[in-house]
Protein backbone atom coordinates (compact mmCIF):
# COMPACT_ATOMS: atom_id res chain seq x y z
CA UNK A 1 0.00 0.00 0.00
CA UNK A 2 1.18 3.79 -0.95
CA UNK A 3 1.71 5.81 2.06
CA UNK A 4 1.54 9.30 2.05
CA UNK A 5 3.48 10.94 -0.32
CA UNK A 6 5.38 14.23 -0.30
CA UNK A 7 7.36 16.22 -2.53
CA UNK A 8 10.32 17.22 -2.69
CA UNK A 9 12.27 15.73 -0.05
CA UNK A 10 14.42 18.32 0.47
CA UNK A 11 13.74 22.26 -0.61
CA UNK A 12 16.80 24.58 -0.45
CA UNK A 13 15.62 27.87 -1.87
CA UNK A 14 16.31 32.02 -0.54
CA UNK A 15 14.23 34.34 1.43
CA UNK A 16 12.31 35.87 -0.57
CA UNK A 17 11.09 33.00 -2.92
CA UNK A 18 7.87 31.53 -3.01
CA UNK A 19 7.91 27.48 -1.98
CA UNK A 20 5.55 24.96 -2.71
CA UNK A 21 5.26 21.86 -0.78
CA UNK A 22 3.01 19.32 -2.31
CA UNK A 23 1.12 16.18 -0.25
CA UNK A 24 -1.07 12.97 -1.92
CA UNK A 25 -2.80 10.96 0.90
CA UNK A 26 -3.38 7.65 1.39
CA UNK A 27 -6.20 6.65 -0.78
CA UNK A 28 -9.42 6.75 1.14
CA UNK A 29 -8.63 8.37 4.05
CA UNK A 30 -10.83 11.97 5.17
CA UNK A 31 -8.53 13.70 6.74
CA UNK A 32 -5.07 15.47 6.09
CA UNK A 33 -2.88 17.66 8.10
CA UNK A 34 0.10 19.60 7.91
CA UNK A 35 2.66 19.88 10.51
CA UNK A 36 5.55 21.87 11.21
CA UNK A 37 8.69 19.86 12.59
CA UNK A 38 11.80 22.47 14.64
CA UNK A 39 14.33 21.99 17.73
CA UNK A 40 12.71 24.60 19.38
CA UNK A 41 9.12 24.02 18.73
CA UNK A 42 8.60 20.78 18.43
CA UNK A 43 5.66 19.37 16.31
CA UNK A 44 3.00 21.81 15.51
CA UNK A 45 -0.07 21.44 13.79
CA UNK A 46 -0.60 24.39 10.88
CA UNK A 47 -3.80 23.16 9.24
CA UNK A 48 -6.18 20.66 8.80
CA UNK A 49 -8.85 19.65 6.28
CA UNK A 50 -11.59 17.14 6.72
CA UNK A 51 -13.16 15.74 3.49
CA UNK A 52 -11.13 18.36 1.80
CA UNK A 53 -12.74 21.59 3.54
CA UNK A 54 -10.04 23.60 5.54
CA UNK A 55 -11.05 23.14 9.29
CA UNK A 56 -8.57 24.98 11.33
CA UNK A 57 -5.92 27.19 10.02
CA UNK A 58 -5.39 28.53 13.48
CA UNK A 59 -1.78 27.17 13.59
CA UNK A 60 -0.48 29.00 10.27
CA UNK A 61 2.04 31.85 11.55
CA UNK A 62 1.47 34.07 9.43
CA UNK A 63 -0.37 35.13 6.20
CA UNK A 64 2.65 34.17 4.42
CA UNK A 65 1.71 30.83 4.88
CA UNK A 66 -1.57 29.45 2.86
CA UNK A 67 -3.13 25.50 2.31
CA UNK A 68 -5.47 24.13 -0.48
CA UNK A 69 -7.12 20.74 -0.96
CA UNK A 70 -8.50 21.01 -4.62
CA UNK A 71 -9.52 17.22 -4.04
CA UNK A 72 -8.95 14.01 -1.94
CA UNK A 73 -5.50 13.29 -3.51
CA UNK A 74 -3.76 16.23 -3.69
CA UNK A 75 -3.22 19.21 -1.18
CA UNK A 76 -0.38 21.65 -1.17
CA UNK A 77 1.19 24.25 1.51
CA UNK A 78 2.58 27.49 0.16
CA UNK A 79 4.30 30.12 1.57
CA UNK A 80 5.24 33.19 -0.21
CA UNK A 81 7.44 35.17 0.28
CA UNK A 82 9.77 32.80 2.73
CA UNK A 83 11.88 33.35 5.38
CA UNK A 84 14.99 31.93 7.09
CA UNK A 85 13.01 31.18 9.98
CA UNK A 86 10.70 29.12 7.82
CA UNK A 87 13.48 26.44 7.76
CA UNK A 88 12.00 23.16 9.19
CA UNK A 89 10.38 19.78 8.31
CA UNK A 90 6.83 19.86 6.80
CA UNK A 91 5.22 17.09 7.38
CA UNK A 92 1.90 15.99 5.92
CA UNK A 93 0.05 13.72 7.57
CA UNK A 94 -3.75 11.57 6.93
CA UNK A 95 -5.92 9.46 8.39
CA UNK A 96 -9.22 7.79 8.60
CA UNK A 97 -11.40 9.36 10.86
CA UNK A 98 -13.84 6.68 12.64
CA UNK A 99 -13.22 7.37 15.94
CA UNK A 100 -10.91 8.24 18.55
CA UNK A 101 -8.48 5.59 17.16
CA UNK A 102 -7.61 7.14 14.52
CA UNK A 103 -4.07 7.03 14.21
CA UNK A 104 -2.55 9.82 11.46
CA UNK A 105 -0.25 8.27 8.68
CA UNK A 106 3.34 10.53 8.03
CA UNK A 107 4.61 11.61 4.99
CA UNK A 108 8.49 11.63 5.29
CA UNK A 109 8.11 14.96 5.44
CA UNK A 110 10.30 17.89 3.14
CA UNK A 111 13.18 19.79 4.40
CA UNK A 112 12.97 23.46 3.64
CA UNK A 113 15.97 25.01 4.31
CA UNK A 114 15.84 29.11 3.49
CA UNK A 115 18.94 30.97 2.94
CA UNK B 1 -7.08 21.60 24.43
CA UNK B 2 -5.00 18.76 25.32
CA UNK B 3 -1.08 19.30 26.67
CA UNK B 4 1.42 16.33 26.68
CA UNK B 5 4.51 16.26 28.95
CA UNK B 6 7.42 13.90 28.82
CA UNK B 7 10.04 14.63 31.04
CA UNK B 8 12.92 12.65 29.97
CA UNK B 9 14.47 14.98 26.82
CA UNK B 10 17.11 11.62 26.51
CA UNK B 11 17.47 8.18 27.73
CA UNK B 12 20.22 5.90 27.44
CA UNK B 13 19.51 2.25 28.11
CA UNK B 14 21.76 -0.85 27.41
CA UNK B 15 20.44 -3.37 25.16
CA UNK B 16 18.08 -6.50 25.83
CA UNK B 17 17.15 -4.44 28.48
CA UNK B 18 13.49 -2.64 29.34
CA UNK B 19 12.57 0.47 28.43
CA UNK B 20 10.08 2.82 30.51
CA UNK B 21 9.25 6.18 28.63
CA UNK B 22 6.92 8.73 30.36
CA UNK B 23 3.99 10.54 29.11
CA UNK B 24 1.77 12.69 30.51
CA UNK B 25 -1.58 14.22 29.13
CA UNK B 26 -3.97 16.83 30.76
CA UNK B 27 -7.30 16.96 28.78
CA UNK B 28 -10.67 17.69 30.32
CA UNK B 29 -12.67 15.38 27.90
CA UNK B 30 -13.98 12.11 28.69
CA UNK B 31 -13.13 10.70 25.31
CA UNK B 32 -9.62 10.56 24.12
CA UNK B 33 -7.23 8.59 22.30
CA UNK B 34 -3.20 8.50 23.34
CA UNK B 35 -0.55 7.53 20.85
CA UNK B 36 2.91 6.90 20.45
CA UNK B 37 5.54 7.73 17.53
CA UNK B 38 8.97 6.70 17.03
CA UNK B 39 10.99 8.59 14.71
CA UNK B 40 14.60 7.10 13.67
CA UNK B 41 17.32 9.24 12.79
CA UNK B 42 16.17 9.07 8.61
CA UNK B 43 13.28 11.57 9.62
CA UNK B 44 9.98 9.50 9.47
CA UNK B 45 7.07 9.20 12.14
CA UNK B 46 6.00 5.50 12.69
CA UNK B 47 2.86 5.14 14.67
CA UNK B 48 3.52 2.21 17.20
CA UNK B 49 0.69 1.76 19.18
CA UNK B 50 -3.08 3.40 20.51
CA UNK B 51 -4.60 3.65 23.88
CA UNK B 52 -8.28 4.42 24.15
CA UNK B 53 -9.36 6.55 27.51
CA UNK B 54 -12.25 3.84 28.07
CA UNK B 55 -10.23 0.56 26.82
CA UNK B 56 -10.22 -1.73 30.08
CA UNK B 57 -7.11 -2.99 29.34
CA UNK B 58 -3.44 -1.71 28.53
CA UNK B 59 -2.50 -1.61 24.85
CA UNK B 60 0.34 -3.90 23.86
CA UNK B 61 1.56 -4.81 20.36
CA UNK B 62 4.92 -6.62 19.91
CA UNK B 63 7.52 -5.49 22.44
CA UNK B 64 5.52 -2.45 22.89
CA UNK B 65 3.13 -1.95 25.72
CA UNK B 66 1.42 1.27 26.79
CA UNK B 67 1.35 1.02 30.46
CA UNK B 68 -2.17 3.27 31.28
CA UNK B 69 -3.02 4.89 34.48
CA UNK B 70 -6.39 7.08 33.93
CA UNK B 71 -6.63 8.36 37.10
CA UNK B 72 -2.85 9.50 36.94
CA UNK B 73 -3.17 10.72 33.52
CA UNK B 74 -0.20 8.70 32.69
CA UNK B 75 0.67 6.81 29.63
CA UNK B 76 4.00 5.61 29.87
CA UNK B 77 5.66 3.25 26.77
CA UNK B 78 7.39 0.02 27.70
CA UNK B 79 9.73 -1.63 25.06
CA UNK B 80 10.67 -5.22 26.05
CA UNK B 81 13.82 -6.26 25.56
CA UNK B 82 15.50 -3.43 23.83
CA UNK B 83 17.41 -3.60 20.72
CA UNK B 84 19.79 -0.94 18.89
CA UNK B 85 17.26 -0.30 16.14
CA UNK B 86 15.08 0.78 18.89
CA UNK B 87 17.09 4.22 18.91
CA UNK B 88 15.23 6.93 18.10
CA UNK B 89 12.71 10.13 19.02
CA UNK B 90 9.72 8.97 20.96
CA UNK B 91 6.72 11.19 20.75
CA UNK B 92 3.50 11.08 23.18
CA UNK B 93 0.45 12.36 21.81
CA UNK B 94 -3.49 12.39 21.98
CA UNK B 95 -6.82 13.64 20.57
CA UNK B 96 -10.04 14.03 21.95
CA UNK B 97 -13.44 12.93 20.78
CA UNK B 98 -13.77 12.08 17.35
CA UNK B 99 -9.92 12.70 16.57
CA UNK B 100 -10.73 14.82 13.39
CA UNK B 101 -9.04 17.63 14.93
CA UNK B 102 -5.35 16.01 14.85
CA UNK B 103 -2.88 14.93 17.12
CA UNK B 104 -1.35 17.11 20.10
CA UNK B 105 1.94 15.93 20.78
CA UNK B 106 4.69 15.98 23.58
CA UNK B 107 8.36 17.23 22.78
CA UNK B 108 9.97 13.68 23.02
CA UNK B 109 11.83 11.74 24.34
CA UNK B 110 15.30 11.05 22.54
CA UNK B 111 16.18 7.51 23.44
CA UNK B 112 19.62 5.96 22.79
CA UNK B 113 20.55 1.57 22.88
CA UNK B 114 23.81 1.19 24.23
CA UNK B 115 25.66 -2.01 22.59
Known amino acids: DAGVIQSPRHEVTEMGQEVTLRCKPISGHNSLFWYRQTMMRGLELLIY????????DSGMPEDRFSAKMPNASFSTLKIQPSEPRDSAVYFCASSLVQGANSPLHFGNGTRLTVT | AQKITQTQPGMFVQEKEAVTLDCTYDTSDPSYGLFWYKQPSSGEMIFLIYQGSYDQQNATEGRYSLNFQKARKSANLVISASQLGDSAMYFC????????????FGKGTHLIIQP
Open chain 1, 49 to 56: FNNNVPID
Open chain 2, 93 to 104: ATHSGGGADGLT
